[in-house]
């Protein structure tokens, strides 16, 4: 269980008690340790946030690269594998846990990403990573399976021109927290960006009930977007199946041919091995959605800043 929060105290200095009879001072040049104070401070600063949050890293999918850069990278690199601890989860556990801390202003630490409908929801930051292993922003591709374009042309031309802002994708998001299920947020999303969706669509001729099959990871932009697009294929005539899975069999079955595509693919970093893995088998589109970031996540109110802050020296 998460401990409460408690704020750090400033070190005060003791001053020394008159004695009773004489009222005696203490002698002037009596040595102060200077460093003994700041030293004990510099490790209560070090170890009390591993203390307040049991040493534990809430994550998500194993499997996920987010969490294979936090265990095999960061967690070594920094120097904290032998304190803390990252739990496999998922998307939508993490951010439970994430809503339940923030609710009571105790502390957490999580593994996150943006865009994501919690740093709109929460007054949230990134720790900074100086040593960059989480690299810089990523961005979301399509991936589809080999033969897409010729078996289904018409998809494969909305697919290659899906592309749209963090501040689009972020907003669904935001309808799907509020309540709205991921469909009607989808078409609310479409009937209000016409503008947007008719570059997806130009060119693209109408069909009749073609099966398609869209494969997504239970992220929440990756609902969204799956959502999204889906409705738009939905409206030129596809028959379209949503399919959940994990990372890996998401890209297995792209790969395999059992699903037709998906739109949530992060690169080059966080699902960089499935990428190797599977070279070859698939088709890149290219990115439908720039400016992501990963990283640990936090409260505001936490008084910490940096993974470096994490060390317990």
Not at 157 to 171: A, R, S
């Amino acid at each position: 269980m998460l401990k409460k929060l408690l704020g750090l105290t400033t070190a005060t200095a003791l001053a020394f008690s008159l004695a009773a009879c004489g009222g005696e001072e203490p002698a002037e040049d009596a040595p102060v340790d200077e460093t003994e104070g700041t030293e004990e401070a510099t490790e209560e600063t070090a170890t009390h946030v591993g203390e307040d949050v049991d040493f534990t890293i809430v994550g998500i999918d194993p499997g996920a690269g987010l969490m294979n850069i936090t265990i095999n990278q960061v967690l070594p690199d920094y120097g904290l594998e032998d304190d803390w601890n990252v739990i496999e989860s998922s998307g939508a556990a993490m951010a439970a846990s994430l809503a339940s801390a923030y609710e009571n202003e105790e502390p957490i630490i999580v593994t996150g990403w943006s865009p994501h409908w919690k740093f709109s929801d929460f007054d949230l930051k990134y720790l900074e990573d100086p040593l960059n292993l989480y690299g810089g922003a990523e961005d979301v591709h399509t991936i589809a399976r080999l033969g897409l374009d010729e078996d289904h042309p018409n998809a494969y031309q909305v697919l290659d021109q899906f592309q749209w802002e963090p501040e689009h994708i972020e907003y669904v998001m935001a309808l799907i927290n509020e309540g709205t299920s991921p469909a009607d947020a989808a078409e609310q999303f479409v009937e209000e960006n016409a503008d947007l969706v008719a570059t997806w669509t130009e060119g693209v001729d109408s069909v009749e009930g073609d099966d398609f099959t869209f494969l997504y990871v239970a992220w929440d932009d990756v609902i969204a977007s799956t959502n999204v697009i889906a409705h738009v294929l939905e409206t030129v005539g596809y028959d379209v199946t949503l399919t959940q899975v994990d990372a890996g069999p998401m890209w297995a079955g792209v790969a395999s041919g059992s699903g037709d595509a998906t739109v949530g693919a992060w690169l080059p970093t966080t699902h960089a091995d499935y990428y190797e893995q599977y070279d070859g088998d698939f088709i890149d589109l290219g990115s439908n959605l720039h400016g992501t970031a990963l990283g640990l996540v936090v409260p505001t109110y936490m008084d910490i800043d940096s993974i470096e802050d994490l060390v317990v020296e």
